[in-house]
C-alpha cells in the first residue's frame, strides 16, 4: 500500500488535531501541512515492532521505555512513528501521574519499519525531522533488504548487516543486530 495524501483543504496542525478520523487504523500524519495516511503494518512489520518493544520494556534498568505507533506532535508536525521510544524522566504525565494520552514532543530514538511499496523517503524525512528537534538516534528496518540504516545528528547515514551492534540512546544497556532482529521473523 502506498502512502497518499488525504485531499482537503489545507488546514492547520491544530484543526488536524481536532479531527476525529486521525488514530483510526492505520494512523494519520500531519507532515509539511499534508494530511497523510501510514501503510498498514504487516505481519514482518508487526513481529519486529512487537520484539523490539518487548525487549526494551523488559529491561531491568528502567532507562526508557517503548511505545508503539504513539503520535509524537511537536514544530508544527503530527507524526506516528513505529516505534517511539522515550527516556523515563521525558514520559509526560497527566495531573494523576498517570502516563498522558499526548505526547508534545520528539522521541529519543524513533524508528520506522519499512512497509511493502511504501517509499522510503516520507519514513526518512520523519527521521531526519525528528533528529533535528532532538532525537539521539533514528532506524529504518528494511525487512526485505535485511538492513538496518542508522541516523543520527552530525554523523552520515550508516547502514547496519549482519552482526554490527547497533547504535542505541545513551545509558541504554542493549545490543542489538541486524541478525538479531531478523531473526524474529522466523517462528
Given at each position: 500500500?502506498?502512502?497518499?495524501?488525504?485531499?482537503?483543504?489545507?488546514?492547520?496542525?491544530?484543526?488536524?488535531?481536532?479531527?476525529?478520523?486521525?488514530?483510526?487504523?492505520?494512523?494519520?500524519?500531519?507532515?509539511?501541512?499534508?494530511?497523510?495516511?501510514?501503510?498498514?503494518?504487516?505481519?514482518?512489520?508487526?513481529?519486529?515492532?512487537?520484539?523490539?518493544?518487548?525487549?526494551?520494556?523488559?529491561?531491568?534498568?528502567?532507562?526508557?521505555?517503548?511505545?508503539?505507533?504513539?503520535?509524537?506532535?511537536?514544530?508544527?508536525r503530527?507524526?506516528?512513528?513505529?516505534?517511539?521510544?522515550f527516556?523515563?524522566?521525558?514520559?509526560?504525565?497527566?495531573?494523576?501521574?498517570?502516563?498522558?494520552?499526548?505526547?508534545n514532543?520528539?522521541?529519543?530514538?524513533?524508528?520506522?519499519?519499512?512497509?511493502?511499496?511504501?517509499?522510503?523517503?516520507?519514513?526518512?524525512?520523519?527521521i531526519l525531522?525528528?533528529?533535528?528537534?532532538?532525537?539521539?538516534?533514528?532506524?529504518?528496518?528494511?525487512?526485505?533488504?535485511?538492513?538496518?540504516?542508522?541516523?543520527?545528528?552530525?554523523?552520515?547515514?550508516?547502514?547496519?548487516?549482519?552482526?554490527?551492534?547497533?547504535?542505541?540512546?545513551?545509558?541504554l544497556?542493549?545490543?542489538?543486530?541486524?541478525?538479531?532482529?531478523?531473526s524474529?521473523?522466523?517462528?
Amino acid at each position: 500500500m502506498t502512502i497518499t495524501p488525504i485531499k482537503q483543504k489545507h488546514i492547520t496542525l491544530e484543526e488536524f488535531l481536532q479531527k476525529d478520523y486521525i488514530d483510526e487504523a492505520p494512523a494519520y500524519e500531519y507532515i509539511n501541512n499534508e494530511v497523510i495516511r501510514k501503510p498498514m503494518p504487516q505481519g514482518k512489520h508487526s513481529q519486529i515492532q512487537y520484539k523490539i518493544c518487548e525487549i526494551i520494556n523488559q529491561l531491568k534498568e528502567r532507562i526508557a521505555y517503548a511505545l508503539p505507533e504513539l503520535r509524537c506532535t511537536f514544530s508544527n508536525r503530527s507524526i506516528v512513528p513505529d516505534i517511539a521510544i522515550f527516556y523515563w524522566e521525558r514520559i509526560p504525565l497527566d495531573d494523576e501521574g498517570e502516563i498522558a494520552n499526548q505526547f508534545n514532543s520528539y522521541p529519543d530514538l524513533t524508528i520506522e519499519i519499512l512497509s511493502p511499496n511504501q517509499k522510503p523517503t516520507k519514513v526518512i524525512d520523519n527521521i531526519l525531522f525528528c533528529l533535528e528537534y532532538g532525537t539521539q538516534v533514528g532506524w529504518l528496518i528494511d525487512t526485505d533488504e535485511k538492513m538496518i540504516m542508522v541516523f543520527q545528528p552530525e554523523k552520515a547515514l550508516k547502514i547496519y548487516h549482519d552482526e554490527e551492534i547497533l547504535p542505541i540512546i545513551n545509558n541504554l544497556d542493549l545490543e542489538l543486530t541486524p541478525n538479531q532482529i531478523f531473526s524474529w521473523l522466523k517462528l
